[in-house]
Nanobody, 114 residues
Framework: QVQLAESGGGLVQAGGSLRLSCAAS???????MGWYRQAPGNERELVAA???????NYADSVKGRFTISRDNLPHMVYLQLNSLKPEDTAVYYC?????????WGQGTQVTVSS
């Protein structure tokens, strides 16, 4: 069972940037991976996804501001967050797409102040 560990979150002012990282314990080269987020009181939602071949897809709310990417050695998935807004405040998680329930990690908190 692959394990995923997210990092890179923090507190940033509106308009700022962050880069989130997701380290995988195993070979995820051929898997479609996603970044998800969950704000207080909201359900977890898909933010961005990337196939093994590098094809990307984004939620409308982040299109043009966030960029998902991946490296295969080491097995990493990244999410570049630019032009951050207070409504981007959430805990961000990586997982496969579709997600596997046993793979959820602790996530990384992103807080955007106005």
């Amino acid at each position: 069972q692959v394990q995923l560990a997210e990092s890179g979150g923090g507190l940033v002012q509106a308009g700022g940037s962050l880069r989130l990282s997701c380290a995988a314990s195993g070979n995820i080269e051929t898997w479609t991976m996603g970044w998800y987020r969950q704000a207080p009181g909201n359900e977890r939602e898909l933010v961005a996804a990337i196939t093994g071949g590098g094809v990307t897809n984004y939620a409308d709310s982040v299109k043009g501001r966030f960029t998902i990417s991946r490296d295969n050695l080491p097995h990493m998935v990244y999410l570049q967050l630019n032009s951050l807004k207070p409504e981007d405040t959430a805990v961000y998680y990586c997982n496969l797409y579709p997600p596997r329930s046993k793979v959820w990690g602790q996530g990384t908190q992103v807080t955007v102040s106005s």
